[in-house]
């Protein structure tokens, strides 16, 4: 009996679960890639397309460098999953039969019912995201001038929210133009959650490339020219950003399995509360004890390598195998600048520091989306990318 296998979504978790399932199925397994778009995107260097939309040939790859010939693709929105007739539900498309399943569709922006700000403001979830954001900061500046400068937000200090404010100071920068940043974040402090001496060293770094920041008060309300805060002064903006919170996706709505805020539950081994439908990436929430697996590429990268060979497993009559996150330590761009911390070696690099910015940094977060790159591609492709990441 042929076995039908599909995969949602060509982020990281369903790239590096296809890239997996291929090394590993043998011929009597049929396996279909379904993502609303032909191409992976390094999405943790989507910031760089904010200050130069020419990089985009370096962050995307086509989905026919990543998967074989064998491998079924269909490009189509997910709009649902029927876990009793086990059939995906597409936009456009006929339903697709599975016998399992792989949810890797990413998440959606968060606003936390804030007034407002969903109107109101860009995102960055996407290439496209990416693109508004710099035609939108370009407008922007050509409508200011050095006496008015163009007022750029970013509500969020977290890892986007840091690096596309990086990335506006590197345009405004390049191109001498008339603009004000502002990163805002409600809690205490930016990147928060994370060791004080990263968190200063980001700060360092943003201060230094004249990125204001504001911290301890949230955005109450988001109108068409200012954002709201529970205590301080409206602050003006002539284009705003939200980074601040992520949540599951649409299509998961009316799925009846196990969620969290469209977030599926899953065990360890990547397994829902269906056998037969497995999550990872930002579409699930990983049991590892304490506290999820966070939403980060390098859970991703990581979970897919087991989640694919548990999918096999699953087909084999197999016991499953449980994944326990392997934090590898941090590394962030502020421009052409970059902070890492708690490196471990296995990432190529062993310093009696913990935290550490400069060539070293810089070059460490290249050979990151590198291999990446490589492990779904070629060195060849890497190679090429290297410059732009």
Known sequence: MTENVVVLGAGYAGTGTINKLQSELGGNVRLTWIADVDYHLVLHESHRVIRDPNVRPDITFPIDQIADPSTRFI?????????????????????????????????????????????????????DDALEIH?????????????DPAQVVIGG????????????????????????????EALEEIFPGNDPEIQQALRDLLEEAGVHIHTDDPITEATDDAIEFDEGEPLEYDVLVWTGGITGRDAIDDVD?????????????????????????????????????????????QAAEVAGENIVRAIQNRPLKTWEYDDKGTVISVGEEAVAHDVKPAFGISLPVDTFGGFPAQNLKKMIAARWIADITSWNEARRSWSSL
């Open 75 to 127: 490009q189509d929105e997910v709009t649902g999953l029927d876990v009793d007739e086990q059939v995906v539900k597409l936009e456009d498309s006929d339903d697709v039969e599975y016998d399992y399943v792989l949810v890797g569709l990413g998440s959606q922006t968060a606003y936390y019912g804030i007034p407002g700000l969903e109107e109101q403001s860009l995102t960055l979830k996407s290439l």
């Open 135 to 147: 035609d939108a900061v370009n407008d922007a500046s050509q409508a200011a001038t050095r006496g």
């Open 157 to 184: 200090a977290g890892l986007s929210g840091i690096q596309t404010a990086g990335e506006i100071a590197e345009f405004r920068d390049n191109h001498r133009a008339p603009i004000e940043i502002h990163l805002v």
């Open 257 to 301: 399995l196990e969620n969290e805020h469209n977030r599926i539950n899953t065990g360890a081994n990547f397994q829902t509360s269906d056998e037969r439908v497995f999550a990872i990436g930002d579409s699930a929430i990983i049991d590892q004890g304490d506290q999820p697996a966070p939403p980060t590429a390098q859970a991703a990268w």
